[in-house]
């Protein structure tokens, strides 16, 4: 077990929105159809939005059904940060796969610390942001399903 206390973890979660900024940013570069960049440049605001709620909860700004920060709690961080290499020859299908699971994984980090917090606006917060994760590894695997699977000429 690891003791990690919430303040380690918000970290570990802006750690997370920061890096799926930069892959989202890196996959909008590669595409060439235009909605699929624009669907990358929507997840990297997004993903930036939800690293300022959790620096905005790290710097004290919540403050009804908030945590203390220093509370030590094991949440079995190291089954949400696992992530494959990116390398320089990977398929876009494959790279499109890393994000679903990476926003798999930050639904269920969601998940697990807004059940931790009591019912109220911050439970509600982390509820939300889970949804949206949700919400967004939709997306990734509709763009994987076009690259996957592209329509034939005529079918």
Do not use: C, W
């Not at 889970?130 to 939709?138: P, Q, V």
């Amino acid at each position: 077990m690891i003791d990690m206390t919430l303040s380690d973890v918000l970290s570990k979660g802006v750690q997370r929105e920061i890096e799926s900024q930069r892959l989202y940013t890196d996959l909008g570069q590669r595409v060439k159809k235009s909605a699929a960049r624009y669907a990358f440049d929507i997840l990297v605001k997004e993903e930036f939005r939800h690293q300022q709620i959790l620096e905005q909860y790290l710097s004290g700004g919540f403050k009804e059904g908030a945590l203390d920060i220093r509370q030590v709690v094991d949440y079995r961080i190291a089954e949400y940060l696992q992530q494959p290499e990116v390398g320089p020859q990977m398929a876009l299908s494959d790279i499109f796969i890393i994000a679903a699971n990476r926003e798999k994984h930050s639904n269920e980090f969601y998940l697990s610390l807004a059940s931790l917090h009591p019912p109220g606006d911050i439970r509600k917060l982390l509820e939300k942001l889970a949804s949206e994760e949700l919400g967004h590894k939709n997306k990734v695997e509709s763009l994987y399903t076009q690259v996957a699977f592209p329509q034939t000429d005529g079918g």
